[in-house]
């Protein structure tokens, strides 16, 4: 986990994720994924680009199973943006960075 990511659980999801002023990307991953490994650096990236506007967790799926069945992650990595609570955009599998911040529609939301 990165230094500006924080990790996200099914404890504090409410307060963290859908309490959160700014808004917030979530991370689902798994130890075992490999494309999670493979994305993973470009989350770190993202929490470091959009340090003070964007908040980056990241929920272990294996761990946090009721946040992936509440959400219908059906494969990880899956990326969800929340603002204010609410699911703004979603990304299922591994992109090139440029590619999730287009995706996550993150260039108009936020930079």
């Known amino acids: 986990m990165g230094s500006k990511t924080f990790e996200a659980t099914t404890e504090n999801f409410a307060s963290e994720v859908l309490g959160a002023d700014t808004p917030v990307l979530v991370d689902f991953w798994a130890e075992w994924c490999g494309p999670c490994k493979m994305i993973a650096p470009i989350v770190d990236q993202l929490a470091d680009d959009y ?61």
């Not at 059906?74 to 979603?90: C, Y």
């Open 51 to 111: 340090e003070g506007r964007l908040k980056v967790g990241k929920l272990d799926a294996d761990a946090n199973p009721d946040v992936v069945i509440q959400y219908g992650v059906m494969g990880i990595p899956t990326l969800i943006l929340f603002n204010k609570g609410e699911v703004v955009n979603r990304v299922t599998g591994f992109k090139p960075r440029e590619r999730l911040i287009d995706e996550l529609g993150l260039a108009g939301q936020i930079a």
